[in-house]
């Protein structure tokens, strides 16, 4: 596709299930980044994956948090036992050469 | 370490007046600086940046933006402001030699008639 594509666009879940989100970078980004943007907190920054380099997880809140970038394209961000105060908007960004392009986000609401 | 401010989380404006979006940033290294927009349901979709070219950056949109080291601002303006203008405006600084974006918390921009 065009753009960096996320999905899916919402996710509903109970506290304590696990949850995958999935990102597909823009063809031949070699760096793709997480972040979260939660009300009131702008958009933090959870992981970075640059080409076959070891991901920067620098941001990850909690070892709940885990994310891989299978061959080099499709990313999987995954919560494990989600607490409320993991609902937010998750955005996934890919870049080639510095500027990041985003894409549109999944909505994760924890009930 | 980075870190930008953005000052006041609303900025209201009649169409056709100036906008204003203030962001100030922190950094111990010459910045890489960022304006990025988004609108309801969206990503982010970058307005303009800074990379130690011209200091008076033009973006889409009409907006631009003045780098000031003095200050360390990277205000972002737009002459005359227009509806399809609301949306939320974010400000980002990225450290040479860095590649993640720390991000402000962002400024609602709304545009009354």
């Known amino acids: 596709g065009a753009g960096v594509s996320q999905s899916p666009s919402n996710k509903v879940t109970e506290k304590g299930k696990d949850v995958e989100l999935r990102c597909d970078p823009i063809?031949?980004?070699?760096?793709l980044y997480w972040y979260r943007q939660s009300l009131g907190q702008g958009l933090e920054f959870l992981i970075y994956?640059?080409?076959?380099?070891?991901?920067?997880k620098s941001g990850l809140p909690s070892d709940r948090f885990s994310a891989e970038r299978t061959g080099g394209s499709v990313s999987t961000l995954t919560i494990q036992r989600t607490q409320q105060e993991d609902s937010a908007v998750y955005l996934c960004?890919?870049?080639?050469?510095?500027?990041?392009?985003f894409g549109p986000g999944t909505r994760l609401t924890v009930l | 370490a980075q870190s930008v401010t953005q000052l006041g989380s609303h900025v209201s404006v009649s169409e056709g007046a100036l906008v204003l979006l203030r962001c100030n940033y922190s950094?111990?290294?010459?910045?890489?600086l960022f304006w990025y927009v988004q609108y309801p349901n969206q990503g982010l979709q970058l307005l303009l940046k800074?990379?130690?070219?011209?200091?008076l950056v033009k973006g889409i949109n009409g907006f631009e933006a003045e780098f000031k080291k003095s200050e360390t601002s990277f205000h972002l303006t737009k002459p005359s402001a227009h509806m399809s203008d609301a949306a939320e405006y974010f400000c980002?600084?990225?450290?040479?030699?860095?590649?993640?974006?720390?991000f402000g918390k962002g400024t609602m921009l709304l545009v009354s008639p």
């Open positions: 950094s111990s290294v010459p910045p890489y």
């Open positions: 063809s031949g980004h070699t760096a």
């Open positions: 800074y990379t130690s070219a011209a200091t």
């Open positions: 980002a600084v990225r450290n040479s030699g860095y590649s993640t974006l720390t």
């Open positions: 994956f640059q080409g076959n380099s070891a991901p920067d």
């Open positions: 960004a890919s870049s080639l050469s510095g500027e990041q392009f």
